[in-house]
């Protein structure tokens, strides 16, 4: 069969991932009659809501219903004690809704349902310059300004780009994610000025590629100037309205990884599946099993809550046993998570050859007196090999499924976790 050309397959792609007029309309219909309900009220306070994020930006994929509105405060008035906008808009907002929710973030925000949209409103400063700012959150209106300057003729690329991490699973920098956020992926299709551009310099990044789309850093390393906390992500991309900040600190090196892989993967054999997210089920993982490896399954039902709770638990949970078990010497082929934000499948693939039952152990030199008698009293089973001593020391946990058992039972792995379902194949 004949491959499509990629301009054809993109084409194709951004038809059926780009919202239709109705859907835009209704969409800023509903929420400018929210940001016009907002104002009347605000204006008492010095404040004032606009539509913020995607919406804003008009870089939203098709049926998102989540929107953004940011509710400015004077800086004037309010700079020198913005703790207590938060307070104040839950006051405004109480007297508006029947139901809102407070969300914790670097500073408190709140969350509105108005069927079948979801209105994040966000209290910050309203400010000019990112040097005003008191929180990151204050600088995101200075964001949307730069997106839609730079983005003119990009819209297209930009949804391809954030379509393609959504359906890798690794579009959103919460907690739980810690994949690129949606100004992060402006960024880089503005900055490399097309999705195929972007993928093409994607597969050749290497270990803490820095991205600095205004130069801020002409002659100087990034690296070195920035915040050490700042720089610990395999990418650092310059913020070119905040430059002390790196867009992707959140970002871990499982999603780089899966980009960088998924950018190759694409180039070489283009396909519209590359866009759409793979629902997997315990039988997929099953029916993947071989002669050579254990799977190991969870179902997890956090406790409900907050999103970003709910699925943080899960990754805390994922990442307790990934790591106990690459402790204990047991090898993961493969692992990973999948969440419909009410029930977790956990899953990881071991190597059925498992490390030996007698573990052996280095000791001291012995020309180490103290070190040595130490050591011989802590292990019974003790022997000199190349003027060192070493012991021999039977396994805690000579099995993965012994393992998991221990971890199942502490008191810190059913923390926020309703039920767990653990199966092995």
Same mark, same amino acid.
């Given at each position: 069969?004949?491959? $499509? ?29 929210? /940001? ?14 606009? !539509? @913020? ?15 953004? /509105?940011?509710?400015?405060? *004077? ?16 006051? $405004? ?10 969300? #914790? ?29 008191? *929180? ?6 200075? #964001?949307?300004?730069? !997106? ?31 994949? %690129?956020?949606? +100004? ?32 801020? +850093?002409?002659?100087? *390393? ?7 906390? $700042? ?77 970003? !709770? ?33 029930? @977790? ?29 130490? %050591?011989?009293?802590? #292990? ?11 012991? $021999? ?7 993965? #499924?012994?393992?998991?058992? %221990? ?19």
């Amino acid at each position: 069969m004949k491959r $499509k050309p990629i301009k054809q397959l993109l084409e194709e792609v951004s038809r059926n991932i780009t919202p239709s007029s109705e859907e835009l309309e209704q969409a800023e219909s509903a929420a400018n009659k929210l /940001v016009l309900k907002l104002n009347k009220s605000l204006k008492s306070v010095s404040a004032k809501a606009v !539509v @913020a994020g995607s919406n804003k930006k008009h870089t939203q994929l098709k049926n998102t219903f989540e929107i953004d /509105v940011f509710v400015l405060f *004077n800086y004037k008035k309010y700079s020198n004690n913005d703790k207590t906008i938060s307070d104040i808009l839950e006051a $405004k907002l109480k007297k508006l809704f029947k139901k809102i929710i407070k969300l #914790h973030g670097s500073r408190e925000y709140f969350q509105i349902e108005i069927k079948p949209y979801i209105f994040e409103i966000v209290p910050i400063l309203n400010i000019t310059s990112s040097k005003q700012a008191k *929180n990151i959150t204050d600088v995101s209106p200075l #964001h949307a300004n730069w !997106v839609a300057k730079k983005s003119k003729n990009k819209l297209v690329e930009i949804r391809l780009t954030k379509a393609f991490l959504s359906a890798l699973g690794i579009y959103g920098a919460e907690s739980y994610i810690k994949g %690129f956020s949606g +100004y992060a992926c402006e960024i880089l299709t503005i900055y490399y000025g097309s999705f195929t551009n972007l993928l093409s310099s994607v597969k050749k990044w290497k270990e803490k590629q820095i991205i600095d789309p205004e130069k801020a +850093y002409k002659s100087k *390393n990034p690296l070195l100037e920035l915040n050490k906390s $700042k720089t610990e992500s395999p990418l650092i991309l310059i913020d070119p309205v905040q430059p002390s900040r790196n867009v992707t600190a959140a970002l871990n090196e499982e999603a780089f990884s899966t980009f960088k892989k998924a950018a190759a993967k694409f180039l070489k054999n283009p396909s519209k599946t590359f866009f759409t997210k793979k629902i997997i089920t315990k039988q997929d993982l099953i029916d993947k099993t071989s002669k050579k490896s254990l799977l190991l399954t969870l179902e997890l039902t956090p406790e409900t809550n907050k999103k970003d !709770v709910m699925g943080a638990a899960i990754l805390n949970k994922y990442e307790i046993i990934k790591t106990k078990l690459s402790e204990n010497n047991f090898k993961i082929t493969k692992c990973s998570w999948v969440w419909n934000e009410r029930k @977790a499948l956990v899953w990881f693939f071991i190597n059925k050859k498992f490390p030996a039952e007698i573990e052996v152990r280095k000791g001291p030199k012995l020309s180490d007196k103290a070190n040595s008698s130490r %050591f011989r009293k802590t #292990h019974k089973n003790t022997f000199a090999k190349s003027s060192r001593l070493y012991a $021999k020391v039977k396994r805690k946990f000579p099995t993965p #499924h012994l393992l998991v058992k %221990f971890i199942l039972k502490q008191n810190n792995f059913k923390n926020k976790i309703k039920n767990i379902e653990v199966e092995w194949h």
